[in-house]
Structure formats: structure tokens, C-alpha cells
């Protein structure tokens, strides 16, 4: 189960980091911390191009320069993923009318009052949202890739898939594996949010980070290990740089 957290007090994220990777290392090792930040705005940019099950937000008063509060991440957060866990947090207890006000499901509201209460009270949040994660089959979800080619039903794992492309033909589009390449219904808007791996890099162009051999930074052009070579806009840049980043860091917790 991947978590994100968000606090804008640099103290309390460093004491719910190392509550969450605590209870990772002896308790639950399927859960990892894919992004703890004090920063709205990083949240707002990894929630963009990311998926995690779990997020713990802080509501407490706005202190940094978005305009964004807790509340209204956890609603933008809510939009792009109907089944994440949400874990409201706040050192003001009146703030927590306000979490019924943007009605986004939230599982538990935990007061920062105490250090100790807060831990339990979070570790046992944790481990209800853990059982919710099984239950939605996180951990046995088939990475796998369906679609359809005529009258036929294709069937194919995400790893094997290296990239996506807007076909020449209207409404159709390309998928490239390492020996094969297939053609089908569809549109490039529709696929980037299929797995974690799965990258926009240009708006007629999805590619598997997994599968980057190299990334040509002055042509803008990732070049993946079948020889493919996929443009990347320049926007798209930093996302890009970012989210192998951050991939790296789960991989890196995973082996951990």
C-alpha cells in the first residue's frame, strides 16, 4: 500500500515518516511512503501523474504560498481516485466540521493534541486502511492490460507494454511491446492512468518508465530498450524527472 503525506509543520512530518516507516519495518512491510512533503503544491504535482492508496493530509491553518487548504487537496485528491484512503490530521479540533462540509470519505479525523494518542490513533487508522487495500485486492490486483481488436479480446501484463502512440488513423492507437505491436480503439487521453509505470511524455505518446535505456535531455527524446524512441515535450520534462525519482524510491523501498 502506498502512502503520501502532507503536514506544513517540518515537525510533525518528520514524526508521522517515521511513525509510518516504523510501523512498515516491524508491523506491515507492504506499505511505503512514495512522497512526504510540507509542500501543497508537490502534492498537488505528484497527484497529477500518480496514484497512491493512502494520504494523510493535515488541515490544519494554511501557512505556505497555495491557496489550496488540506480539505480541498483531499477533494482534488478524491476527483482523480475514488477508492484512496483519506486521513484528515489537525492540531484545531473546529476545523473538523469542515471535513463533512467537502464530503470526501475521509476514514479517520486525528487531533495532533498528544504525540502518543496521535500515534496509536494513526497506526490504527493504518492498519483498518491496510484491510480496506486487501479487500479491494491491492495486492493481488492483475497488472495486466485488456483490449480489443476487432472481434478479438487481447490480453496483455503492463511490464510487457514499452509504449502507447496516436496512430496516422483516427482514433487509433498504437501499443508497442518488446517484439510485437498491436492497433486498437482508443485514445491517448484515456491510457495514462492505467498503472503507476505508465507515463504521458507527449500528447501522442504514454511510455513504460520501466522500459527507458536512456533519456536525451537536449533533443528531448527517451529512448527505451528496444530501441523505440519517444518524444517528451518540454513541460513534461521535470514530471518526467520527477516520477522516475520517485519510482525509484519505491523500487528502492521494495528490495528494502
Known sequence: MKLVIYDQDDYFLKFLLKTVRNYSMFECQSISVDLAS?????????????RADCYIIDTSS????????????????REKDPYAAIIFISNQLELIRFAFTFKVGALNYIFKNNQESLKQELLSTLSTAFKRYLQMGGLKKSHHFRFKIEERIKTIPIDDIYCFSSSTTPHKINLFTKDEEFQFNSQIKDLDCIDYCLFKSHKSFILNIRKIQEINLKERVVILDNGIECPVSYRKLKLLKSKLGLYSQSKQSTLS
Do not use: V, Y
Open 38 to 50: 510540507n509542500n501543497a503544491p508537490e502534492i498537488l504535482e505528484f497527484i497529477n501523474i500518480n
Open 62 to 77: 494554511n501557512q505556505n504560498t497555495c491557496k489550496l487548504n488540506g480539505f480541498e487537496i483531499a477533494s482534488k485528491i
